[in-house]
Structure formats: C-alpha cells, structure tokens
C-alpha cells in the first residue's frame, strides 16, 4: 500500500515536473524506515502476546516450582526469551499449543519444550508435557512433583517426543 502511494506520487510529480534523484532517496529511505519498524513493532507484539498466553505462564510457573530444575539452571533469577517465530517446534491452534521457551539461569541454559491442549476454546489451558533440555545434554521432566526421579535419561542432544499435529 505503502509502496504504491510512492507510485502514484512519482507518477503525478513526474508528469508535472522531473523528480530529482535526492527525493526520491529520501523517499527509498522513508519507506525503509517505516516499513522496518512496522517488521520490529509486529514481532515485538507477537511476542508480548505469548509472554501473556495461559500455556506459556503455566509452563514457566511449573519450571519455577521445579526445585530440581531451578537449581541446575541456576535460577533465580530464571530469564525467559523471546521465542523463534520461525522455529518448527512451535506450533499453536485453537486447542492445542506446542513451545519451546528459550531460559536461562546463573549457570546455564536451555530449552523449555512444553506441550498444552485443551477441550474445546472456552476451556483453560491444561499442560500435557514440560521438559526441561539443559545445554550440557541432561533433560529433566518439569512436571514431576517435587523434582523426585526427575531426570530423564537420554541422548545429548535429542528431544522430547510431542503431539503429532
């Protein structure tokens, strides 16, 4: 849209008088501009809107309440980023949501793989699977209670299994 307004404006101001190359790269950069914070205020919003979804609270209140977890990530503080948009393990509908949440602590980090569904839309979100991967290989299932038995064995590197969608 943006694009063909520049158009139509050089279209109308060349008939009427020649554009000078100076304008129209102010213009290139003005549409750069705007269109690149469009790109950065989306993807700031996109991410806002997962950091307040149900399913994405409930699994970092389960890691939060993993003392196990907790202690092998060296939280507190327990940071949470920005998830990869583009990243296939991610994957959301109206009744089921699949995340894998980036965190960090004092002595390392890793992935949050955490798996969610519900009934049907009016229902509240029940999370399915938590599992924490820690960069040094050791998975650690978050939705064990207590941290008892929670480590899972396996290979460095794989992850955990999650619903087919």
Request: overall charge neutral.
């Amino acid at each position: 849209m943006v694009v063909a307004a520049v158009v139509c404006l050089v279209a109308t101001q060349s008939a009427v008088m020649p554009v000078s190359v100076k304008s129209l790269q102010q213009m290139a950069i003005f549409v750069t501009v705007f269109t690149g914070g469009g790109c950065s205020m989306m993807y700031y919003l996109m991410q806002k809107n997962f950091a307040r979804s149900e399913y994405y609270r409930l699994a970092l209140e389960c890691l939060n309440d993993h003392p196990v977890a907790m202690e092998s990530l060296g939280a507190p503080p327990l940071k949470a980023h920005n998830i990869r948009l583009t990243d296939r393990h991610n994957r959301i509908d109206h009744t089921r949501a699949q995340i894998k949440i980036p965190v960090t602590g004092s002595k390392t980090g890793g992935y949050l793989y955490t798996s969610s569904s519900k009934n049907n839309p009016l229902d509240r979100w029940q999370l399915q699977e938590a599992v924490l991967q820690l960069r040094d290989g050791r998975r650690i299932d978050v939705l064990a209670s207590g941290g008892e038995g929670s480590e899972l064995a396996g290979e460095e590197g794989t992850e955990p299994g999650f619903l087919a969608f």
